[in-house]
């Protein structure tokens, strides 16, 4: 992400936030790494090929179920 920062006056406020690139993390907490400040780029460790989103199903009040 990046964003927009404001430290004039008295308030630190933050201001436009905005994503700088989409990334599929290969795991859900998927490692990456920032290269030096010179050569500003990122490492990240994603999926390649995959096009098509995967659904997510959250269950809620599971127990219940249990008890059928």
Request: glycine share 4%; net charge positive.
């Given at each position: 992400?990046s964003?927009?920062?404001?430290?004039?006056?008295?308030?630190?406020?933050?201001?436009?936030?905005?994503?700088?690139?989409?990334?599929?993390p290969?795991?859900?907490?998927a490692?990456?790494?920032?290269?030096?400040?010179?050569?500003?780029?990122?490492?990240?460790n994603?999926?390649?090929?995959?096009t098509?989103?995967?659904?997510v199903?959250l269950l809620?009040?599971?127990?219940?179920l249990?008890?059928?």
């Amino acid at each position: 992400m990046s964003v927009d920062v404001n430290g004039s006056g008295q308030t630190f406020r933050v201001e436009a936030v905005r994503p700088l690139f989409t990334v599929r993390p290969a795991r859900p907490r998927a490692f990456f790494d920032l290269l030096p400040a010179d050569e500003p780029r990122f490492l990240v460790n994603t999926l390649l090929g995959q096009t098509e989103e995967t659904p997510v199903t959250l269950l809620v009040n599971w127990p219940t179920l249990l008890k059928r």
